[in-house]
């Protein structure tokens, strides 16, 4: 992509009310755009971000048996009476009513749909365990939206459901979403610390959150500081039971606080296993080998479209994001600081193509700027490495390689540039 093609309406500065840093920056790279109080618009830049976050669940959701579906983000109160939760959700739902008088609602999460769904079309045992996801705008009517898409009134979440037998098996799936969780976020390249959370008025037994620690976190967790390090893909239920780390509210339950940190954190994803709380409201029954039972539920999230604010908030300098590379919009920032030169430019233009044509992302900026322009606005959107052509190439024909994240640089010549850059991206292999 050129930059001269591509929309990046960056700002020098951000409205005063901005208060964190990773909203500051969201809003001065042109990622973001709010349209009111915790509603925004997502900017090409931004939506490149989230659209990679998107691709990565889908396909480990894809690939783990789980089926993607979409519900409406607009649902009947008749179904949220039924759970009894349309008096009880209070005001961060969004009640809308039709031209015939009809109550509706924006959806604020899709359990009772989901139970509605499987309570139609799941009859026998034969036909469990059923997982579904889906990916959808939600509507919370938060008391205090703020921090950018943070905390916003409407986000993004994927939401998974699943249907077992009895309890066993819904700990087994449970068990599953909790490793693929992991997976998910360490190949988004996020360090997440999963914590065991209450599971409150919903009844059941299971739930755990994942969090990602940073010092301007909203939410507060307690953890074995040697959790840091652990990588937790090969544990057992009875191991992730076990787990010393705990949300706020769960610390506040615990006898043994020994040895616990406290750490600041954002919430990215909730896990629960809540077993047969909507099947009895739904009088949603199956038949099994043992007569008529209950199905056994649970409900996972992500909350996507806080992720990349919580990176943000992550990784960053006093210049602007750091992008891990997983989540970079592009894999290369190719800049030209000599556009007059007609051989910096041809040689920029073939770079390019040679770059694309190996299915690399790169964004190119060709644009007539001023060079410091250019490097300001490279280290702002933070893409990973970026490769400059200027006055090293006119005088000894060498191009910089400039890792964003220490700002080290290195000049390489010409004829090794290729090679350099699949080193450093990664690619080669
Ligand atoms: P929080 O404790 O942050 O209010 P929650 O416990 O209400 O979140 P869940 O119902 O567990 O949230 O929703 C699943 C995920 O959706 C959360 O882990 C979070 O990442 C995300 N999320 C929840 N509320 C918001 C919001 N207002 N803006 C952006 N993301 C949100
Ligand atoms: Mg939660």
Redesign the pocket.
């Known amino acids: 992509m050129k930059f001269s093609n591509f929309f990046i309406p960056t700002l020098k500065e951000s409205p005063s009310d901005v208060k964190m840093r990773s909203h500051d920056l969201m809003i001065r790279s042109g990622m973001i755009r709010q349209e009111t109080s915790?509603i925004y618009s997502w900017m090409p830049l931004g939506f490149k971000v989230l659209k990679k976050i998107i691709d990565k669940i889908e396909l480990l959701h894809d690939d783990n048996g789980i089926n993607q579906i979409l519900m409406p983000t607009i649902q009947s109160s008749d179904i949220w009476r039924i759970s009894n939760r349309y008096d009880t959700y209070g005001k961060e739902m969004l009640r809308i009513s039709d031209r015939n008088n009809k109550d509706l609602l924006y959806g604020p999460?899709n359990e009772e749909m989901i139970t509605a769904i499987g309570k139609q079309y799941i009859k026998s045992y034969k036909n469990l365990p059923r997982k579904f996801y889906h990916i959808q705008t939600?509507f919370?009517d938060?008391i205090r939206?703020r921090f950018g898409?943070?905390?916003?009134?409407e986000?993004l979440?994927k939401?998974a459901y699943s249907f077992d037998i009895d309890n066993v098996n819904g700990e087994s799936t449970y068990c599953d979403f909790f490793k693929l969780y992991l997976k998910i976020f360490s190949q988004l390249g996020i360090p997440i610390i999963p914590v065991r959370a209450l599971s409150g008025e919903i009844g059941g037994k299971l739930s755990h959150?994942?969090h990602l620690i940073v010092s301007s976190g909203?939410?507060e967790i307690f953890l074995d500081n040697k959790l840091l390090n652990q990588s937790f893909g090969s544990l057992t239920l009875n191991q992730i039971l076990n787990l010393n780390s705990y949300t706020d509210e769960y610390f506040k339950n615990i006898e043994n606080k020994k040895n616990l940190e406290k750490f600041t954190s954002?919430?990215?994803?909730?896990i629960f296993l809540f077993g047969t709380k909507y099947s009895s409201s739904f009088n949603f029954y199956i038949d099994s080998e043992k007569g008529k039972v209950m199905p056994y539920m649970g409900s996972y999230?992500?909350?996507i479209?806080?992720i990349p604010a919580a990176v943000i908030e992550f990784s960053n300098d006093k210049d602007g994001i750091i992008w891990p590379k997983e989540l970079s919009p592009f894999s290369v920032h190719l800049i030209n600081i000599n556009i007059d030169d007609s051989e910096c430019s041809e040689f920029c233009e073939k770079l390019y193509n040679e770059i694309k044509e190996r299915n690399i992302d790169v964004i190119y900026d060709d644009r007539n700027e001023r060079p410091g322009k250019k490097f300001s606005d490279a280290d702002l959107i933070g893409i990973p490495l970026q490769i400059i052509c200027g006055n090293a190439y006119s005088k000894n024909r060498e191009i910089s390689f400039l890792k964003r994240f220490n700002k080290e640089q290195i000049n390489i010549g010409e004829e090794r540039v290729m090679d350099k850059l699949l080193e450093m991206t990664g690619y080669k292999k």
């Open positions: 915790g999460t939600k919370r938060e939206p898409v943070m905390r916003a009134r986000f979440m939401d959150e994942f909203e939410s954002i919430e990215l994803g909730h999230g992500i909350g479209s806080r």
